[in-house]
């Protein structure tokens, strides 16, 4: 018998009843739809330039049901498409092809691509549950001509669901509101393993009728819970007979411990993470320039204003809570005081103590800044100069029993300037970005960081190029800092700053639908997690290369063949260990199946990660961190079958997944062939997942 049958098999019946159903539905539904001109609905534009799809991918102007809806990122004035292509499934859950996730959806992650800090000041360092995490930086700022909603709900195989509520609409002309919900709840494979994510995410932006003054409100806020058990006792057991279920094979933290509900209202998290942060954050710009208009008819005249000259102030206040708790359950479950023995280095903790781990901050930032615009009629053009404070209050509490301490607190600052260059040309062929920011003083003084890139259209037969330089000199994430609760190791050491040095390429051919990139890292003073809680530092340079290729071909007249491979190598002594390729392979079938309202995607997906000594990973501090004596290889790469089908604004995913965990031996058929994605951590084996996103406007 599989070991997946005792909690795959009850829930398989219901979801290939249902998907089947629904799959007839869809169908029936577009040729409906192609029989009523009035109830079409055109789907949203492709974001990029090329890659478009027969049919719907623009909101254009059509009688009572249609909308116009563009969206544009905090710092940037350019206005961008919703994306309406379908066979990119990360874009709807958050799990990129380059990424490992530790177990299941919420699940700790990393993206098997080199990408170091790049930031220079203050960091907390927590960054396992960063792709579940809202951020300012990644708010779309609407503008719509009538309210849209957008639900999306996924239901899978382990017990998974998330639900996504989207919301935006125009108060008036020059006033747009938006919200947004996301939950993730899922219970997981193995022991000790659910998670339960809520994101929320408030934005507003505001223009005065003369256009020189604009407001930006963006509040965003995370609770993550995520119970962590360590990864497994014995990777052996996968393969053995006194396991028939998964659920049930021993772990390292949490073993014992009852198999958490599936409702996302009521999570139990008894040894695992808490991570709350929320960041409430306000921008006013008014603008001294020129007015202008543009008469469009005898009755009508369209006011135009160009800046010449623009004040910014942007306040920022952000929480943030960093917690590991370990509390045993009296007459069931103690904690596992050989996983803190012998690999903490904690014998101290007995089996009826608790652990707890957690540092807070809150940060109250103000910063000010002036524009100046060359180009009266180009405002992509642009010099910015400005100066920032940034309050800092940090509070440490630990605890080995019942019994709460605060270790420490601290009260700090940083002031720093900053300077930004930016062109994009009225022709649209060069554009140039610069940019400098420098810590003059308080917690992280010395702190600096400077890029600048140029990107231009060679020709259109040729293609784009795209040239930049990095580099940044930055205090280590204070998790390296002794007086955060999260240093745990014995020794006392002090952190030197650590210095990136970024040279990078790229090149893009639309027409041929071709991407290739080229990066180099020099690093110096790199600071690492080494053996689950010693905290180190490389002193020596070491050098990283990346080299990537992404390549679209058309097979016949509607099978697509998607390719990305990615090539890195380490030189020098470096405690960086990476895969030497990464790969991403898409292949499937894209068209209307003769239903005109209808875009069907169907095919496979393979990853393959070649075989290398994979970072291990660590719940009490929530870190990745290098080791050198297991190496991680796949049995066969990570296959997945799928069908994405859209009907205007309607878009439909059934998944199955981990295919390649099938096994005829040792113990027979089954699913029991997991490949590890870090040591001692498994994929959760065939997974199935099925899920809608349906556009509504109001």
């Known amino acids: 018998m599989s070991k997946l049958s005792g909690i795959f098999l009850p829930v398989k019946g219901r979801l290939i009843i249902t998907i089947g159903s629904f799959v007839c539905l869809l169908l029936f539904s577009a040729k409906l739809h192609a029989q009523d001109p009035l109830s079409r609905f055109r789907s949203f534009g492709n974001m990029g330039g090329g890659g478009g799809q027969k049919g719907a991918d623009t909101l254009a102007h059509r009688k009572a049901d249609t909308i116009t809806l563009n969206f544009r990122y905090l710092d940037s004035s350019r206005y961008l498409k919703m994306d309406s292509t379908v066979y990119d499934f990360s874009k709807k859950v958050p799990q990129p092809p380059t990424w490992i996730i530790l177990g299941n959806n919420g699940a700790p992650g990393r993206d098997l691509i080199f990408t170091p800090r790049m930031n220079s000041g203050w960091d907390p360092g927590f960054h396992a549950y960063d792709l579940y995490t809202f951020k300012v930086e990644d708010t779309k700022l609407h503008h719509t001509t009538k309210p849209y909603t957008e639900l999306g709900y996924f239901l899978g195989s382990k017990s998974e669901q998330m639900i996504d509520v989207q919301h935006t609409q125009n108060i008036r002309p020059n006033w747009n509101f938006g919200f947004e919900y996301r939950l993730i709840n899922t219970v997981g494979a193995f022991q000790n393993i659910n998670t339960n994510h809520n994101n929320y995410r408030l934005n507003s932006w505001y223009q005065s009728k003369n256009k020189r003054y604009q407001n930006f409100f963006i509040l965003v806020a995370s609770k993550l819970s995520a119970s962590d058990n360590g990864g497994l006792q014995s990777p052996k057991d996968l393969d053995s007979l006194a396991y028939t279920n998964q659920a049930t094979l021993p772990v390292r933290l949490g073993n014992g411990l009852a198999r958490a509900s599936s409702n996302p209202f009521a999570p139990v998290i008894s040894t695992g993470t808490r ?360 049995h066969l790469p990570d296959i997945a079958l799928y069908l994405h089908l859209r009907i205007r604004a309607f878009t439909a995913y059934l998944r199955a997944e981990n295919i390649n965990a099938i096994a005829f031996a040792p113990n027979g058929f089954g699913w029991y062939h997991n490949n590890f994605v870090t040591p001692y951590y498994p994929t959760p084996g065939l997974l199935i997942r099925f899920g809608f996103f349906w556009g509504f406007v109001n």
Not at 617 to 627: A, K, N, R, T
């Open 275 to 634: 991570y709350n942060t929320a960041t409430w954050l306000m921008r006013q710009q008014y603008d001294l320039g020129q007015k202008d208009s543009t008469i469009v008819n005898d009755t009508t005249v369209i006011p135009l204003f160009y800046p010449r000259l623009r004040l910014e102030h942007t306040f920022s206040y952000s929480t943030y809570r960093y917690q590991f708790s370990d509390y045993g359950i009296p007459g069931s479950y103690s904690l596992d005081s050989l996983y803190y023995a012998d690999l903490m280095g904690r014998p101290y903790i007995q089996p009826t103590d608790s652990f707890l781990r957690r540092d807070r901050w809150q940060d109250v930032s103000n910063d000010f800044s002036i524009y100046t615009f060359p180009d009266a009629k180009n405002p992509q053009q642009f010099l910015k100069l400005g100066a920032g404070l940034q309050l800092l209050k940090g509070t440490f509490d630990t605890a080995t029993s019942s019994v709460v301490t605060t270790a420490h607190r601290i009260k700090d600052q940083n002031a720093f300037v900053h300077g930004e260059y930016r062109n994009k040309t009225r022709n649209q062929k060069w554009d140039i970005e610069a940019y400098g920011k420098l810590y003059l003083n308080g917690l992280n003084a010395g702190d600096y960081n400077a890029s600048i890139s140029l990107r231009g259209l060679i020709a259109r037969r040729v293609g784009y190029l795209q040239l930049g330089f990095q580099n940044t000199n930055r205090t280590p994430s204070f998790v390296f800092n002794q007086a955060s609760s999260f240093y745990l190791d014995t020794s006392r050491r002090t952190f030197s700053k650590e210095n990136t040095t970024n040279l990078f390429a790229s090149f893009e051919q639309p027409q041929l639908k071709l991407k290739l990139k080229g990066s180099y890292y020099l690093m110096t003073n790199y600071a690492y997690f080494q053996d689950y809680y010693k905290q180190r530092q490389e002193s020596g340079p070491f050098n990283i290369l990346e080299i990537s290729a992404q390549k679209e071909f058309t097979v016949g007249r509607h099978w697509k063949w998607r390719a990305l491979a990615v090539v890195q190598e380490v030189a020098g002594p470096s405690p960086v260990h990476l895969p030497l390729l990464t790969m991403f392979n898409q292949f499937g079938y894209e068209g209307s199946l003769g239903f005109p309202n209808l875009l069907t995607n169907f095919g496979v997906e393979a990853h393959y990660i070649n075989g290398y000594k994979a970072d291990g990973y660590v719940p009490l501090s929530g870190q990745f961190f290098s080791q050198s004596d297991t190496t991680v290889r796949q």
